[in-house]
């Protein structure tokens, strides 16, 4: 194995066989390629692109780097949805128990915070006691009695997403098209789901800035999804200002119970309904759009939603003392309020520089190594499109450190704008695509 070679072959701009390929992930999962090559290789990948060839191979590389689960003995069709990273954006907590209460069985395997946007392992793990490396034997009792199981990926599935997964987030190499999908299609075949939905963001806080660059990532997806024979979905919806309220994990969670009880913010629950119509559609639980938003609002009032999720918070070691009571869940010491410096109405709250100020605040990670604080973030207090007067506070931070408090104080500076005219409605899903928008983009 030359790995110099490789990297070089990449950096110049050549596509690298399938063996190589292979050779290339087995080394690395194997510890014979080091992080520092692989680091190099990424970003030889993030200037150079690959070949659609090249990019099958290395996200099958990945997919097959451990052990593929087989859900073929569970009923009906197993859904699952991802994202590709945003800010506040805790959708997953919710979404997969609704749907799982409605009979679809939902694997999921997730991923940690990634640059500025946040992580479902990251968020669950903010819940004393949740586990989520499980065996592939409990991973498939708990899914088979539940309809939902969450975990990651580990050292056993997709155990090359898990390295560089790490790596990417702290060498600024995420956001690249072939890495984010063959990061996120490699787990996701691995976990056995028979179809996905995606939730492609765009906009200042996604790491597709431009809705020309989320199509391509959307339809990468796809043709990597169905190349293999699962039906796959994207919505792409905008991603300027974070979606919720509540930035930083254990905020996160709370947020995501109040959705689950059918009283969460207005944007975050109509992007999680879009995703779970599709997810029924894709699963046959429901013929048409109209008759899956009924069996959705069914599943929430009833409550059936809400029993899922702390049944499989119970079942993965979670104490749900803290679901019924979340004052329990890890608290920051400190809180700060920011003032609007003039009157008018909110026209910009920047995802990106909310997400680094929770990144600073303790809430992400810089270096592989990091431990986070499941306890900071911030809390949006008014949203896109409200009118704030003049000293009225609009966010409120969440802290443990001084000296954190400052760099996050640096990101937030220009975070607000507020005018005089009230902005147009902000655009959630700004497009659907599958399995026909193949061939017909260039
Ligand atoms: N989600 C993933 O799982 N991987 C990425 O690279 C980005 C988002």
Not at 131 to 153: A, N, T, Y
Not at 330 to 358: D, T
Request: hydrophobic content about 45%.
């Amino acid at each position: 194995m030359r790995a110099y070679e490789y990297i070089l072959h990449k950096r110049q701009g050549g596509a690298l066989t399938g063996e190589e390929v292979k050779s290339f992930i087995r080394g690395y999962v194997a510890g014979e390629i080091a992080d520092y090559q692989m680091a190099a290789m990424c970003m030889a990948i993030f200037f150079r692109g690959m070949e659609e060839g090249e990019l099958l191979a290395w996200t099958e590389a990945m997919l097959y780097s451990g052990e593929t689960y087989d859900l073929s003995g569970l009923p009906g069709v197993k859904v699952d949805k991802h994202s590709t990273g945003g800010v506040g954006d805790k959708l997953s907590l919710a979404l997969a128990p609704w749907v799982a209460s409605l009979g679809v069985v939902v694997p999921m395997v997730s991923g940690r915070g990634l640059g500025h946007t946040g992580g479902t392992l990251d968020k669950l793990e903010s819940i004393e006691g949740f586990c989520v490396g499980l065996s592939k034997q409990r991973f498939m009792e708990i899914l088979g009695k539940h309809g939902l199981c969450m975990v990651g990926q580990s050292e056993t599935l997709a155990p090359a997403d898990k390295k560089l997964y790490a790596l990417r987030d702290v060498t600024a190499t995420v956001d690249c098209v072939p890495l984010i999908a063959s990061s996120i299609m490699s787990k996701k075949l691995a976990e056995g789901a028979d179809a996905l939905v995606l939730d492609v963001k765009v906009g200042g806080g996604a790491f597709m800035k431009t809705e020309a660059q989320a199509r391509t990532l959307a339809q990468t997806l796809i043709a990597i999804g169905e190349g293999m024979g699962k039906p796959t979905v994207a919505l792409l919806s905008r991603m300027d200002a974070p979606l919720g309220r509540a930035i930083g994990n254990a905020l996160e969670v709370e947020e995501a119970l109040e959705m689950l009880q059918g009283r969460g913010p207005a944007d975050a629950m109509a992007l999680t309904r879009r995703l779970a119509v599709e997810m029924l559609l894709l699963a046959g639980r429901a013929p048409e759009v109209a008759a899956a938003e009924k069996l959705l609002e069914e599943a929430l009032s009833s409550g059936r939603a809400w029993a899922c999720f702390v049944d499989v918070v119970r079942a993965q070691g979670g104490n749900v003392k803290l679901l019924e009571n979340p004052k329990l869940l890890p608290k920051a010491r400190r809180r700060k309020l920011l003032h609007a410096p003039r009157a008018g109405y909110i026209c910009r709250q920047e995802a990106l520089a909310l997400g680094q100020a929770a990144v600073a605040l303790g809430a992400g990670r810089r270096r592989v190594e990091d431990t986070i604080d499941v306890a900071v973030g911030l809390v949006v207090l008014c949203k896109v499109g409200e009118w704030l007067e003049e000293g009225q506070p609009w966010l409120e931070i969440h802290y443990n450190e001084e000296g954190r408090l400052e760099e996050a104080m640096r990101h937030l500076a220009q975070a607000l704008e507020v005018r005089e005219e009230p902005p147009p409605p902000p655009a959630l899903v700004v497009g659907r695509m599958d399995k026909t928008c193949l061939g017909l983009m260039g």
